[in-house]
């Protein structure tokens, strides 16, 4: 779903030494070709037929053979809004390797008939593409897919309707309504409209989408006339029908409960499954909520068929990877050949063929070296996801006389129970300095993950609390949890928390974030509104992993605000409908973080 380098507020992930893990680097199998192979046969514009009546194109790429007669064997299929043409080289890559591709243009897309309904329809579309091509001449009577993103998601989704001949599937980056899409724990993004316009009408927009000038000056124009959020599709030109849509179901509801598998259908999903996110992948999020819920739910026969990978990458680099997103370095070991180990996957699964060296164990994971140099970072292993992230221990927030308003003046992340105390600051909706002056401008993605102008803008806008120097060099291996103490005295307001390690020489590295709306702090699905002067606890827990050896004499860094964002859809405080909120619905915010025995605000770390 998030096609962006870098997500708008850092999802990342963090971790320590665990239980169950191994010390061996996996091999990275041989690349892929750099050019598609030209060894397969095509056929153009096959419709296919859905339950409804609409049909959706597709293409079709199937393996050659002597006398010209495509042989049977197992097909794959991407089920993408993206123009199917966008993965013609995977396409290629697959044929060319015994196996027969179809690119399928989701409805409303390409040239597929219907209307485009984001994430709505792929569950019995993804169903019917699935039993149509299994009766096809080329095929051998087994169906998988393949892609990351959308079409990450568009494999539980197919898989939720259990379609006969369905064989496996390798769900990556998965997008998961409606915790990543359309926003982020009920926090709009004005992302939307960027993603809503690449996808408006049956041709392609990729230019325009990444136009990233172009959608940072609108999205900061909008920010500085506070326009209501509702009327963004319109303020930057494209009255769109999705966005609309989505802003009838602001919260987690049976919208988009219909998207995703129910418990009971988790329940039933028996399949072989090999998920794979990464730590700086936008939704990995969704992808790790999607493996949660089908672990925690299914047979232990069935868990030991569903294996995960989280690797270092951004959300490009979990079909690509790379060694290197916005100057953090990964090192040679992350670049792995995800094309040849999903043709590996697919020959074990379908073909009776070797499990892939690369799973060693249950689940896979990359830990990031110290330093920034990416040298020495490997893969480890552990039996299970939940004992890998187990036993974290909390560090508790404390500051000398309320004073932690600054990367200068910050307050403390101790071992120590606190005493007493509390640290406030002000979150003025109609302040536009940190759009304006930290976001307005071109943005160097060659060093997004290092850049240091957001902490050191913070001032009575926020929070930042440091730890000590690490006495020696540290994993961090985990899924950090922060749990704060809070009162303010408005109705409403939203929270953002930020992790960085800070290295001796003063690099900043970014770890982890997480964003709250508080007036959703005990359910995503139903709200509750603060009063004013009330202390309430509001919990950010997203699950996301985080493997990093820490340098001797590091710090962490751990930031406290409100996401006055030209990227977030902004909580004016009054504690009406957000998306309708104006300049004229604006309330200052007096938030309190309190640090005392009853009252302990803490952040849980896997550091040992």
Not at 152 to 163: I, L, R, V, Y
Not at 225 to 254: C, E, M, W, Y
Not at 298 to 324: M, N, S
Request: with cysteine.
């Amino acid at each position: 779903m998030k096609l962006s380098i870098l997500p708008a507020v850092f999802l990342m992930t963090l971790a320590t030494n665990v239980v169950a893990q191994t010390a061996s680097i996996a091999p990275s199998p041989s690349p892929s070709p750099a050019k598609p192979p030209a060894d397969y046969d095509l056929r153009w514009a096959v419709k296919i037929p859905m339950r409804d009546k609409v049909e959706l194109n597709a293409t079709l790429y199937l393996p050659k053979t002597a006398d010209g007669s495509p042989p049977k064997t197992p097909v794959i299929f991407t089920l993408t809004p993206y123009i199917s043409d966008s993965y013609h080289a995977r396409a290629a890559y697959f044929a060319s390797h015994g196996y027969a591709f179809a690119l399928v243009d989701v409805r409303g897309r390409g040239n597929s008939a219907g209307e485009f309904e984001p994430f709505a329809q792929e569950p019995r579309d993804g169903h019917d593409v699935v039993e149509w091509l299994a009766q096809q001449p080329f095929c051998d009577g087994k169906v998988t897919m393949w892609g990351g993103s959308y079409a990450g998601f568009d494999q539980w989704a197919t898989a939720k309707e259990f379609p006969p001949h369905l064989a496996t599937i390798v769900p990556v980056a998965s997008a998961h309504p409606p915790l990543d899409y359309p926003s982020y724990n009920n926090v709009g993004e004005t992302y939307d409209m960027q993603w809503f316009t690449f996808t408006s009408g049956h041709v392609g927009q990729q230019n325009l989408f990444g136009d990233s000038k172009f959608w940072r000056t609108k999205f900061l124009d909008a920010y500085k006339k506070h326009v209501a959020f509702k009327t963004l599709d319109s303020f930057v030109g494209n009255p769109s029908v999705n966005f609309q849509r989505i802003l009838k179901h602001p919260t987690a509801d049976a919208y988009y409960d219909a998207m995703v598998p129910s418990v009971e259908q988790f329940k039933k999903i028996t399949l072989p499954i090999l998920t794979i996110t990464g730590q700086y992948d936008g939704d990995e999020l969704g992808a790790l909520t999607f493996y949660r819920d089908h672990i925690a739910n299914a047979a232990p026969e069935v868990r030991g068929k569903h294996f995960l990978i989280i690797g270092p990458w951004d959300h490009a680099g979990t079909r690509t990877p790379t060694d290197e997103v916005g100057g953090i370095k990964f090192g040679s070991g992350a670049i792995v050949d995800l094309n040849d180990l999903h043709r590996q996957w697919y020959d074990w699964t379908m073909k009776n063929g070797a499990k892939p060296e690369f799973l060693k164990n249950q689940v896979a994971y990359y830990v990031l070296a110290p330093g920034n140099s990416g040298a020495n970072g490997e893969w480890k292993y552990a039996d299970d996801f939940a004992s890998l992230v187990a036993n974290p221990k909390a560090f508790y927030l404390e500051s000398k006389n309320g004073d932690a308003n600054g990367v200068f003046r910050s307050g403390t992340v101790t071992e120590k129970q606190p005493s007493e105390g509390a640290d406030e600051y002000v979150y003025d909706p109609l302040d536009t300095s940190r759009g304006e002056n930290v976001e307005g401008g071109e943005p160097n993605e060659k060093t997004a993950g290092i850049d240091q102008r957001f902490p050191l803008s913070i001032g009575k806008d926020g929070l930042v609390y440091h730890t000590e120097p690490l006495t020696g060099e540290m994993p961090l291996i985990g899924c950090p949890k922060v749990s704060l103490w809070v009162s303010i005295d408005t109705r409403d307001t939203d929270l953002e928390v930020d992790l960085y390690e800070i290295q001796p020489d003063g690099t900043s590295i970014g770890l982890w974030s997480d964003v709250r709306r508080l007036r959703y702090r005990e359910s995503l699905r139903e709200a509750k509104l603060v009063k004013p002067g009330e202390v309430v606890k509001c919990d950010f827990d997203p699950g996301l992993f985080v493997a990093r050896k820490l340098m001797k004499g590091s710090r962490l860094r751990l930031i406290v605000t409100s996401p006055n964002s030209i990227f977030w859809q902004k909580n004016y405080n009054s504690g009406g409908v957000v998306a309708d909120e104006t300049m004229k619905d604006g309330r200052t915010c007096h938030v309190k973080i309190y640090h005392d025995p009853q009252h302990a605000s803490a952040i849980q770390l896997s550091l040992r």
